[in-house]
């Protein structure tokens, strides 16, 4: 409402009755910040053995904790009716099916400490397996029935030079002294690491205490059981593993005398072992690495004793994702990203393959992220159960397979979402000014839009920057959108979802010719009369905060820019964030004390000197992957260039800010209202109203 409405509004107020001075304002039909609150999606679809019914965590967002719960819901296959199962008190995930489908395995918490419980189908009665200090990561059944096998954080000895003196009775002394000998000290989402690592434990199905298999200094993770007396386990155990982030092999462990030998021994990460329902075949993820900043996963199977390893399905160009094998053992499902969408590839132990499900997705609820899961049943012809993503809604579970419908089975957004004007959702592609390739993008729509030139544009960019955006809901996007602006996102050069060649066109290159892809799209969205070329806004996070620095120093066609949790400088970035090892090696390859010029180059400090565009940074107090001081080094140098600036912090938040509903709706609503300072349109329309007001 304009300062002229409003006046009148006052004017009016005096002379209407009371009851009508104090009835609330028509609620919005628009997606409002607090909508965020109502939204609900399903995720972690996990279907029975025999493909008759699937057990999912239902999220929902909680006003009073300011939290995403999980409750467990399951549904019947055949007639679609669901109903809760595990609700109402701590959050409830990660269920997982026994072999023969009468119990379930999921993770909860009681009086704020982790918990396994056990729940019976039959009678609806849970018990807690085990009193466990950590939380149990990856638990899977034993193919009998029996065992549990899980991975558990197991304290190590802290470090220390001297042995502090007692303190006085009543004293107030300074916290002990924190001392660290490893090269990660921090990890996003963590914080400073506790010493101490990741090792493999067993436990009885029917309760008792966890027996440990593996120790040492390494973490071991991603349990498989290959037979009931042996367990796979991932990870690297090598010397120098700090060093060499990536690496890692797949070892198997023998529960009689807890012995370990690895399986695979290439230079390059084996991990996410599945077995073969025969138990004879080994299925995993992995490449060689070529030290580069961005290598594909490959499928390749091996026998159990890790000979004859081969590699599946190699002229199909998208990195693999997660693995299942269908209940007859002669193909595996694979998610894959590809081209903007998630499919789930059924592949043969030939090689061969085809698309089985299309549709994955909508798990990923803050921007417009590639995520899905899914899962297959053990039995019989395949049933799967999977998450599905769409423009107008978050993921739903949805089934298919070769003797069930393929349908959506749930609506958990019906209450709200279809009495809302959401934003329309449109795809379209660009030539790059590099090189002409071509640029997947989508753009969202304000529900009054028209194309006549006049709407501002909002450029969203990924983060990664190895990652993929597509045409799924997202509350950030539906956000903008309901302010008014033309929202467009895309998949610039560096994107996976396209082949491992596109994705490594930014390898020693980035920030780079990315900028062209990202300039493209803005300019299809000018040339369309979807967007006025005065009113342009600029904002992304982590990769796409990078991206964001990097343009505004490359040009001032922005009114106003939100850069969020960037890295400023890779020199800092290289020797301080949880992934530095990663910088070094993979992504610079090049020390920073030897060739300060390389990292120095790719960083958006480099070019601060030219901003000249309004730029709000905001930054997690708790990021470890992309540290608060990446924001406050371009903050200041935008300060002490006295270009407009602000710097916002956000209390408790790691790197992933959407974490919490109230953190999601602060930064958005934060961007537009920065960017509404500068908006020439909105400034003209306050012009104006003062004028009007003075006059009368």
């Known amino acids: ?24 304002e028509p609620e919005s039909n628009r997606f409002t910040a607090e909508r965020v609150f109502d939204l609900e999606y399903a995720g972690t679809p996990r279907v029975s053995p025999d493909g008759e019914s699937i057990v999912y965590v239902r999220h929902s967002m909680d006003r009073r904790s300011d939290q995403n719960r999980g409750d467990l819901w399951i549904i019947d296959v055949d007639s679609g009716e669901q109903r809760p199962l595990v609700t109402g ?47 149990a990561a990856g638990a899977v059944w034993s193919p009998d029935g029996r065992q549990i096998a899980f991975t558990m954080f197991v304290p190590g000895e802290t470090p220390s030079f001297a042995k502090p003196p007692s303190a006085p009775e009543g004293a107030k002394w300074n916290d002990p002294v924190r001392v660290f000998d490893d090269l990660t000290i921090r ?104 030290v580069l900043s961005y290598e594909q996963d490959n499928l390749y199977l091996m026998d159990a004793d890790g000979g004859n390893v081969r590699e599946l399905a190699a002229d199909l160009d998208r990195s693999m994702g997660k693995l299942a094998w269908a209940p007859n053992g002669r193909s595996l499902y694979v998610e894959i990203e590809n081209a903007g969408q998630i ?81 329309r959702i449109e795809e379209f592609t660009v030539k790059s000014g590099h090189d002409g390739r071509e640029i997947e993008a989508w753009v969202a729509l304000p529900p009054d839009f028209k194309a006549d030139g006049s709407f501002p544009l909002l450029l969203e960019i990924h983060g990664g920057p190895h990652t993929m955006y597509g045409p799924f809901f997202a509350a950030e996007i539906q956000r903008y959108a309901a302010d008014g602006y033309v929202t467009v996102w895309s998949n610039p050069r560096g994107s996976t979802g396209y082949g491992e060649e596109f994705a490594q066109l930014i390898d020693l290159a980035y920030p780079g010719n990315d900028y062209d892809d990202l300039m493209a799209v803005v300019d299809a969205m000018i040339e369309r009369d979807y967007a006025d070329p005065e009113r342009l806004f600029v904002t992304g996070g982590s990769g796409g905060g990078v991206l964001t620095a990097w343009i505004v120093g490359k040009t001032n066609r922005f009114v106003a820019a939100a850069t969020v949790k960037p890295v400023i400088n890779w020199f800092t970035e290289a020797l301080t964030g949880d992934i530095a090892a990663y910088v070094r090696r993979h992504w610079i390859r090049e020390d920073p004390w030897d060739n300060p010029q390389a990292y120095f180059e790719r960083s958006p400090i480099s070019l601060v000197g030219h901003v000249e565009t309004p730029t709000l940074v905001m930054v997690g107090e708790q990021d470890w992957r992309t540290p608060t001081w990446e924001a406050e080094q371009f903050y200041t140098a935008l300060k002490l260039r006295k270009i407009d600036t602000a710097l916002i ?48």
């Open 89 to 135: 008190g701590a959050s409830a995930g990660g269920p997982v099916w026994s072999p023969d489908g009468t119990r379930l395995l999921y993770s909860t918490s009681a009086k704020g400490k982790p918990e396994l419980r056990l729940l019976y189908l039959d009678t609806g009665k849970s018990f807690s397996l085990a009193q466990l200090e950590e939380g």
């Open 1 to 24: 409402m304009n300062r002229l409405a409003a006046s009148a509004a006052c004017l009016l107020a005096g002379i209407l009755p009371a009851q009508a001075q104090d009835a609330p």
């Open 343 to 423: 499919d789930l590839f059924e592949i043969d132990t030939d090689g061969d393959h085809a698309i089985a499900v299309s549709g994955l997705g909508g798990t990923s609820i803050g921007r417009p992220y590639a995520s899905a899961d899914f899962s297959v049943s053990t039995e019989g012809r395949p049933v799967i159960a999977y998450t599905a993503g769409s423009t107008d809604r978050p993921a739903e579970i949805a089934v298919a397979g070769r003797r069930v419908k393929n349908r959506v089975l749930t609506a958990l957004n019906d209450d709200v979402l279809p009495y809302l004007d959401l934003a």
């Open 649 to 696: 912090r956000i209390p408790g938040s790691s790197h992933h800010i959407a974490s919490r509903p109230s953190r999601l709706i602060a930064k958005t609503d934060n961007i537009m209202g920065w960017f509404r300072q500068y908006d020439p349109a909105a400034k003209d329309e306050t012009a104006e109203s003062e004028t009007e007001d003075t006059a009368d």
């Open 187 to 290: 990890f996003d989402g963590q914080g400073y690491l506790k010493k101490g690592t990741d090792q493999l434990f067993v436990l009885s199905a029917d309760g008792g205490s966890p027996r440990q298999l593996t120790f040492g200094e390494a973490d071991l993770g991603q349990p498989a059981w290959l037979d009931n007396d042996t367990v796979l386990v991932s990870g690297n155990l090598a010397e120098d593993r700090d060093l060499d982030p990536i690496e890692s092999e797949i070892y198997a462990v023998e529960l009689k005398d807890k012995s370990i030998h690895a399986l695979t021994d290439r230079d390059g990460p084996d991990y996410s072992p599945v077995v073969s329902p025969n138990g004879k075949t080994i299925a995993f993820l992995g490449f060689d690495d070529h």
